[in-house]
């Protein structure tokens, strides 16, 4: 069974910063792609970074606020988001392509979400 488990969402005041972590367990053989999606009221669920191998790509919307960042030891991707804006207030999903042991093939796993609100 994996799981991804994630970490480290609130509410922050505009401009301030927030960390998201998540971590990758289980029977895991491999994991090729992880980033993180985020959903706000109303609206549907968008990309806002991903990280393969030594590649990233950013939503336009984030880009030079927002860092991906991945530990492959540990099975771990970290959004560093700065700069925030109110617009940016959502539940942000960890997502990761995983082939897990005994598998031939990689999944999409998802985490639970966690709550961002950028509020004054």
């Known amino acids: 069974q994996v799981q991804l488990v994630e970490s480290g969402g609130g509410l922050v005041q505009p401009g301030g910063s927030l960390r998201l972590s998540c971590a990758a367990s289980?029977?895991?053989?491999?994991?090729?792609?992880m980033g993180w999606y985020r959903q706000a009221p109303g609206k549907q669920r968008e990309l806002v970074a991903y990280?393969?191998?030594?590649?990233?790509n950013y939503a336009d919307s984030v880009k030079g606020r927002f860092t991906i960042s991945r530990d492959n030891a540990k099975n771990t991707v970290s959004l560093q988001m700065n700069s925030l804006k109110p617009e940016d207030t959502a539940v942000y999903y960890c997502?990761?392509?995983?082939?897990?042991?005994?598998?031939?093939?990689?999944?999409?796993?998802w985490g639970q979400g966690t709550q961002v609100t950028v509020s004054s």
């Open positions: 990280i393969s191998g030594g590649n990233t």
């Open positions: 997502n990761a392509y995983i082939r897990a042991s005994g598998s031939n093939y990689n999944k999409d796993y």
């Open positions: 289980g029977s895991i053989f491999s994991i090729n792609l």
